[in-house]
């Protein structure tokens, strides 16, 4: 059985860290909808949970698949706001 990302959750994470409160707001998730994404996501390993109850947010887990990780780390091109002024 191949499995999915929880709405989107895991590619916030692969950028920096996600907390329940953000992916329930991002997701458009009731808080028990997002509780259950962030559970099954640290089951599968996809997400680590880091510190305690109210400053608990996740991180990259080891698992976390690289579809969808790829690119979301890269560095972007800044570009110059005063070029060309």
């Given at each position: 059985m191949?499995?999915?990302a929880p709405a989107d959750g895991a590619q916030r994470v692969a950028?920096?860290?996600l907390g329940r409160a953000t992916h329930q707001a991002d997701a458009e998730l009731s808080?028990?909808?997002a509780q259950?994404?962030?559970r099954e996501m640290v089951r599968a390993s996809?997400?680590?949970a880091k510190g305690e109850a109210q400053g608990r947010y996740y991180t990259a887990g080891p698992d976390l698949p690289e579809d969808i990780t790829h690119g979301v780390r890269e560095p972007r091109q800044l570009r110059d706001p005063?070029?060309?002024h």
């Open positions: 191949e499995r999915r950028a920096d860290h808080e028990q909808q259950r994404d962030i996809w997400l680590a005063y070029a060309g």
